[in-house]
């Protein structure tokens, strides 16, 4: 099982053509609009490995007036490899660690306030859907910024479902917590 990795995402924007490192990053941020953006030094040190990897090689270096810019493009090793990940299935995760829940358990554990805690919880998740629904709202927003924002939102409203139900359990999951 291989899991989605900045050398996939660099190798996927690479199938369309030769890039300069610059442009990968400018890409990658347009690509995927929730997710973090990638560094300019995470963008080189990775296309440094997928070239001692063989699953890219500069392509060309140009100045154009400016700075120096190598040009990167996929092998045929890279190409297969990127198919590879692409078809696998993403299994569900054998283990769910959720910091919610975690510290839920800890605020009993240490005398806190686990009810207060996940109050304030919901209105911080709740202000996230408010953001990624202006977002994905917005005038001009493009389909891959619509569908990650509602990825992200179905994320935070299953974690409010989660929170609402918890919050009702938690005279129960105190008394389990406190025997234990």
């Not at 975690?102 to 709740?126: C, E, F, N, W």
Request: net charge negative; charged share 25%.
């Amino acid at each position: 099982m291989t899991v989605m990795s900045t050398r996939h995402i660099l190798l996927g924007l690479l199938a369309s053509g030769p890039s300069h490192g610059y442009d990968l990053k400018r890409r990658h941020d347009e690509r995927f609009p929730q997710a973090r953006p990638l560094a300019y030094g995470q963008v080189y040190t990775t296309l440094q490995r997928l070239v001692r990897d063989g699953l890219a090689e500069v392509d060309g270096t140009d100045s154009d007036g400016g700075p120096e810019r190598t040009t990167y493009r996929t092998t045929d090793d890279g190409t297969a490899e990127l198919s590879r990940w692409a078809g696998e299935i993403a299994p569900p995760a054998p283990f769910v660690t959720n910091e919610i829940f975690a510290k839920v358990v800890v605020s009993i554990l240490s005398g806190g306030d686990p009810a207060a805690y996940l109050r304030a919880q919901r209105t911080a998740h709740m202000e996230r859907m408010r953001e990624l629904t202006a977002v994905k709202a917005a005038r001009g927003a493009d389909l891959a910024t619509v569908l990650s924002a509602d990825f992200a939102l179905n994320h935070l409203d299953a974690d409010l479902r989660w929170m609402t139900t918890t919050a009702a359990r938690l005279t129960n999951l105190t008394a389990e917590v406190d025997t234990a």
